[in-house]
């Protein structure tokens, strides 16, 4: 048996996210029957990172064995031929045996984006959050800056994640925009870490909105953290303005580009 990994970017609007789920569609299921198809069987895939319903993905990591024989390039080709558009292999690779997309990860990086416009373009509906008032960019960057270290993110896990801890280290953390002609602009976070908690970045986007909104005063998120209340924080920001942008394996790699 040889391990694979691949790289996948997916349009999560259709989908009812990364895992495999009971009469429901997922990015998973896809890839699992497309390889079942070159195997002869069921290849159980292993994702990097559990996005959810709606969520996006440019860069995926998932991980499998095959008893196939088949070449890495032929691989890539025939997975490509037989998932559909919305889903696309970007790399298919050999890896070494004991390797697992999931738990060798090391740094992952997520992007959320906004539509700051006073109207929504019909191009953007599928992959951004559209608010039409004008949001403090800078107070948004200065809150952003306080998640950046180690931190017990708690207060913005949704009810339900069981995890053993839910401290993690950021190294990344801001805002950036980018000026549309006519007006407007598109608002782009990004967020780089060791991992992340459910409904994390959604609910970090949503809290940081509300300091764009004049709602909530920057510093505020010190005293946030230190609760742990999910109740004070923001609401979850929509799926559609979250992606899945990179998975780090190699503990030295950058988590900023």
Known sequence: MRTFKITVSYDGTDFSGFQRQANARSVQAEIELALAAIEGKHVTVAGAGRTDAGVHALGQVASFKLASTIAERDLFRALNAKLPEDVRVLSAEAAAPGFNARFSAR???????????????????????????????????????ELIGERDFACFQAKGGKVR????????????????????????????????????????????????????????????????????????????????????YDAAAPVSF
Do not use: C
């Open 107 to 145: 740094s992952k990086v997520y992007r959320y984006r906004v539509s700051n416009t006073l109207v929504m373009s019909p191009f953007q509906r599928r992959f951004a959050w559209h608010i039409s008032r004008k949001l403090d960019l800078a107070a948004m960057n200065e809150a952003a800056r």
């Open 165 to 248: 801890t839910s401290t993690r280290t950021m190294a990344r953390s801001d805002w950036t925009e980018e000026l549309l002609p006519g007006g407007g602009r598109i608002l782009t976070y990004e967020i780089a870490g060791t991992g992340f908690l459910k409904y994390m970045v959604r609910t970090v986007v949503g809290t940081l909105i509300e300091v764009g909104d004049g709602r909530r005063n920057p510093s505020s998120l010190r005293d946030l953290l230190v609760s742990r209340n999910r109740a004070a924080a923001g609401p979850t920001a929509p799926p559609s303005g979250l992606y899945l942008v990179r998975v780090d």
